[in-house]
């Protein structure tokens, strides 16, 4: 596992999914994890962030190397020898290499900035980068200034053993994980088509729920089954959703607001088979051709949140047309559960739609 770590802003996750990319395209079966997207649940417990990813994380190994993983990818903050212990004392098989990425300030500045993702935040960033060279629980430090994602990469390859991953041992029987149970609380699970909405809008409901007063936990499937080459990668996310769950669940989180696959019934079907005991609301977030065509336009210009591996940031018109054509196609699969229709809406215009639709969710179904 190469853990790539250090300041908000430095290029963690870039720079991790290149890794990650590069990895996949040589016939490596590796896979990619964001340390943020198996940590979401508000409140946290007491023991904080770090016991709940660890424990996640550890949850998840079994189903990636049950798909043949060799290697895997992590990016996240870290600070302390014992914030890492936390991770490799659940995962004794594993041999860790952990990366600290370092980036002058004034660089680290308007690399936080140009995500335009909460400015207000870039001087806290530069104070935790100040922090964190006092550190010691890196393996390496690397210095990414003036460089670009794809050299940044390949020097944190050169400099982590001499070549990451290096010489891999010999495939060893496939572990097998125990059963989880996740019990009855309630899941809110958003389909939809690509550019439908359906990260934005669970979260911000998400959001609201916590805000209210009930324990939950929000869940991505695709950033939590990220691995190539692979076969079935929809069996892999229903096992990493059934266990991160299970991990929320521990945690005290009373209900999980999912965003889902676009989401045919029998999709949606599989992942509940692993979910059985919970009750299962779908919302279906429906827009138009037009609309989705708009809104994979303002992806690929890098509006919208910055999540690992989008397939629409930085693509040519011609790859944003063919995204946006398969994106209508999918926005004709029906199946149960309430529409929702976003054509024209903001998306606190959706939510208030989504909140009118669910009722008193997660207290009583809709």
Request: charged share 25%; proline share 5%.
């Amino acid at each position: 596992m190469l853990w790539l770590s250090g300041p908000s802003g430095v290029g963690k996750s870039s720079v991790g999914w290149e890794v990650f990319a590069r990895l996949s395209r040589d016939g490596v079966t590796t896979a990619f994890v964001d340390g943020d997207q198996i940590g979401m649940c508000h409140p946290l417990p007491e023991n904080g962030a770090h016991a709940l990813r660890a424990r996640n994380l550890a949850a998840m190994l079994p189903h990636f190397r049950q798909e043949g993983v060799r290697c895997l990818v992590l990016s996240g903050f870290v600070d302390t020898a014992e914030e890492v212990a936390e991770y490799t004392s659940r995962m004794p098989g594993v041999a860790f290499t952990s990366c600290r990425l370092w980036v002058g300030g004034a660089e680290l500045r308007r690399r936080f900035l140009a995500r335009g993702w909460r400015p207000d935040l870039v001087e806290d960033a530069v104070a935790e980068a100040a922090g964190l060279e006092r550190s010691t629980y890196a393996d390496l430090c690397v210095d990414t200034g003036g460089l670009g994602v794809a050299e940044a990469a390949r020097l944190v390859r050169e400099r982590a053993a001499g070549g990451w991953p290096g010489v891999l041992p010999a495939v060893t029987p496939h572990e097998v994980a125990a059963p989880v149970d996740s019990g009855t609380a309630p899941v809110l699970w958003f389909a939809g088509a690509t550019a439908s909405g359906k990260s934005t809008i669970a979260y911000e409901i998400f959001r609201e729920v916590f805000r209210s007063g009930t324990p939950a936990a929000y869940v991505d499937v695709k950033q939590i089954g990220v691995l190539r080459p692979i076969g079935d990668d929809l069996r892999l996310k229903a096992r990493n959703l059934a266990a991160v769950w299970a991990g929320y669940r521990e945690a005290g989180a009373e209900c999980l607001i999912v965003s889902g696959e676009a989401g045919s019934d029998d999709t949606i079907r599989r992942y509940a088979e692993l979910l059985p005991k919970a009750p299962l609301t779908v919302c279906r977030l429906h827009a138009g051709p037009a609309t989705l065509a708009e809104r994979v336009a303002r992806r690929g210009r890098g509006e919208g949140p910055a999540l690992p591996g989008d397939e629409m940031k930085n693509r040519d018109m011609g790859a944003l047309r063919r995204i946006a054509e398969r994106a209508a196609a999918e926005a004709q699969t029906g199946g149960e559960g309430l529409r929702i229709d976003t054509d024209g809406l903001q998306v606190h215009e959706v939510v208030a739609l989504v909140r009118d639709r669910i009722g008193d969710w997660p207290t009583a179904r809709p």
